[in-house]
């Protein structure tokens, strides 16, 4: 193999690496044409938005309770290998497990919890909480 070809296949093998998504950040969706992965509307509130990062594939959510009963489907809540929501009170995404949430925020499919540093609840309170409400449904 020439000096050429050999630079050319590195380039080509570097491009392919750049585009692998390894799940470990969150990535931005397209904000209002971006489909919901369980509800299907378009996620366009970001205040309320969140995502999962499953086997290198990306999804998104309009609400965390559309995230969380995803979840629930596939292999009980643990199947994805990372998780977040959008603050609401800023610009950024928490990792949805750690964040804290508050209750009675009026969300895209009105579960009603909003990832903030005044909530009082926790990732196991809304997963309770919102297979119970998803349960009533």
């Not at 999804?59 to 292999?75: I, M, P, Q």
Request: overall charge positive; charged content about 30%.
């Amino acid at each position: 193999m020439n000096r050429r070809s050999f630079l050319g296949a590195l380039a080509v093998v570097s491009a392919g690496l750049a585009c692998v998504d390894k799940g470990d950040d969150p990535k931005e969706p397209v904000w209002g044409k971006e489909p919901c992965t369980h509800c299907a509307m378009l996620v366009g509130d970001r205040a309320h938005a969140a995502q999962a990062s499953l086997d290198g594939d990306r999804f998104y959510f309009d609400d965390v309770g559309c995230l969380v009963l995803w979840l629930e489907a596939k292999k009980g809540g643990g199947a994805a290998s990372h998780v977040w929501v959008r603050d609401s009170e800023a610009s950024r995404w928490l990792d949805a497990r750690r964040a804290r949430y508050a209750s009675g925020a009026r969300t895209p499919m009105d579960f009603g919890f909003e990832a903030t540093s005044r909530g009082a609840a926790g990732w196991e309170d809304v997963r309770t909480a919102v297979i119970a409400k998803g349960r009533s449904r």
